[in-house]
């Protein structure tokens, strides 16, 4: 690891960001410009002391890939600037063609400034890769992990717990969504990792193997979508989804739907996990 080099870089890309860049208030006067070091910490769910030591060259360990993806987010970073980041660290660099973990600071920046609505960007296949703090408070943390399991197009199919939160009589609908969805991206990307979800599926599942062979194409505009919130009931939403400038990356809004009071029991929400701090993550 070149700690010196690292150590500039974090803070020029820090000094570089204003705090509406990333959804953060601009209220009060900063010392330095930019960012402060606990936000860029907050931002990228590391603590405030381990991103100091990186910037002093204090840190004793080679920071690890989830938290090397955890700052490209919280800096914006592009995807020359990630893999100078990489290379800085001694981390081998992402194929590009094949890594869907990279978000387009693009879409970030619309996230950011979503803050009164529910909203995720996710991979086409179905893995939840940043959050607002209102889709956390709806649908709950992403779970993380690599593979078919961080995919929630898998869990819908083999975790009865991911169905959890929605209506009973939304059920086959939403399989049926989800599956004409995945056939599409399938045939799109033609990639091991597609193709490692969909032969899991098929040997787990026998309401998504049923599916599968209705050979259903549908790529995932807009739609409703209702969730039954343990703490304020029903809430039903219009759900559009803007795609990224490599169609691998997709951001779900989710405006409340007109005539439901789902405004208002979205307002609650936001008041009762008003301690779950900065925006994405």
């Not at 930019?34 to 910490?41: I, Q, S, T």
């Not at 800085?88 to 609505?117: C, F, K, N, Q, Y």
Request: proline fraction near 6%; charged fraction near 25%; include cysteine.
């Amino acid at each position: 690891m070149n700690a010196p080099l690292l150590a500039e870089f974090l803070k020029i890309r820090r000094h570089a960001l204003s705090p509406g860049e990333v959804g953060l208030p601009a209220a009060g006067r900063r010392r330095t410009p930019g960012l402060r070091r606990e936000e860029v910490a907050a931002l990228a769910g590391i603590s405030t002391d381990y991103y100091t030591r990186l910037e002093q060259q204090r840190a004793t360990a080679v920071p690890s890939e989830p938290v090397l993806r955890s700052l490209t987010r919280a800096l914006r970073l592009s995807r020359d600037e990630r893999d100078h980041l990489y290379r800085l660290t001694g981390h081998r660099i992402p194929e590009r063609h094949t890594d869907d973990r990279h978000v387009d600071a693009a879409l970030l920046s619309v996230l950011d400034a979503l803050t009164d609505i529910p909203a995720q960007v996710m991979t086409d296949l179905g893995e939840i890769l940043v959050q607002n703090n209102l889709a956390r408070a709806v649908f709950g943390p992403h779970a993380g992990g690599t593979g078919p399991e961080a995919s929630f197009i898998y869990r819908w199919f083999r975790e009865p717990s991911a169905r959890g939160g929605y209506p009973v009589e939304d059920y086959a609908a939403e399989s049926r969504a989800l599956v004409a969805d995945l056939r599409a991206a399938v045939t799109r990307r033609g990639d091991a990792p597609a193709q490692s979800l969909v032969s899991r599926l098929l040997a787990e599942s026998p309401e998504f193997a049923a599916l599968w062979k209705l050979h259903d194409v549908a790529v995932l505009r807009r739609r409703l979508k209702r969730v039954r919130h343990p703490e304020v009931g029903l809430l039903e939403f219009d759900c559009q989804y803007l795609v990224g400038e490599e169609r691998s990356h997709i951001l779900a809004v989710f405006s409340p739907r007109p005539g439901t009071p789902t405004t208002e029991r979205l307002t609650l929400l936001a008041l009762a996990h008003d301690s779950l701090g900065i925006a994405t993550s």
